[in-house]
């Protein structure tokens, strides 16, 4: 049974916590490191773990360390914390953008690390994370991290560190892609006629069913819009008329400006 430790008790630890502790981990295993009294109060309450304000004191037996602080105060966080980090622990960070090389000077070059790309949904245990291990990562110790983000959603390997810009370009800052059509369909919806209610209503239920149905995997995302789609009907009106405005190239755009975005954060927080 693997020791964790969390630095960090904020929102994406918190949430993590629970889902692990839904999905057979033990209390007993973790460790939670946070400055803030109230949040340590309200994590042990919640979820009976350990806590602590001393970083130190959380790593000192821990097999995994997760860093959960703002990717702002990463370096300073890590390089204060390098000499209590056993060289057989791994070490996970979940901060956006923060590369492994500078994990990798700050920790050492044989320290085991673990990128992840987490995404909101974790929240309500529908989460979405890209992981990608150094060579130092032990085939042991990514069962045991996959597990940890498998008890909020689901978890990807990806074979090179860059792909880490990919999936959040997909699900990193996908989930606010959704809630911007969301946002967008149910105003439109007010506009033609329908209450605020009913429009939100509508708008919420119909995201639920599409992903429902495509999740369920019977069929790929092509088939399903195609099913949907009668010659000469309503819908095949909608879809011609976002396809005349190029939605494809829309996204390509966006999700290309993550990545960019995501490398100038790279070298912003890079020491
Ligand atoms: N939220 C997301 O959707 C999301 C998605 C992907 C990745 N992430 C990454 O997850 C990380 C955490 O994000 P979050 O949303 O959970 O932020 P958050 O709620 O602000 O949590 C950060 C926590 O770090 C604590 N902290 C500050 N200084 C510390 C120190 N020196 N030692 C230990 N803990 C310290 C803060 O404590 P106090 O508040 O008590 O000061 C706070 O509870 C970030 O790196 C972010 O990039 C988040």
Redesign the pocket.
Known sequence: MDNIAF????????CIIGGMLANGFQAQQICV????Q??RERLQQAYGIATTAD?HAAVANADIVVM????Q??G??VKELAASIGPETAVVS????IQLADFQLWLGSSQAIVRV????P?MVRCGAAGLFANNLVSEEQKRSIETMFNAVGISCWVDNEALIDAVTAVS?SGPAYFFLMMETMQRIGEELGLSEQTARELTIQTALGAAKMASAGDLDTTQLRKQVTSPGGTTEAAIATFQSLDIEDSFRQAMQSVVKRAREMASEFSS
């Open positions: 630095i960090g008790g904020g929102n994406m630890a918190s490191s946070n400055p803030g109230e949040k970083n959960a602080v703002k990717p105060i990463m300073t966080v979940i901060a956006a953008g790309m987490p995404n909101t974790s990193g």
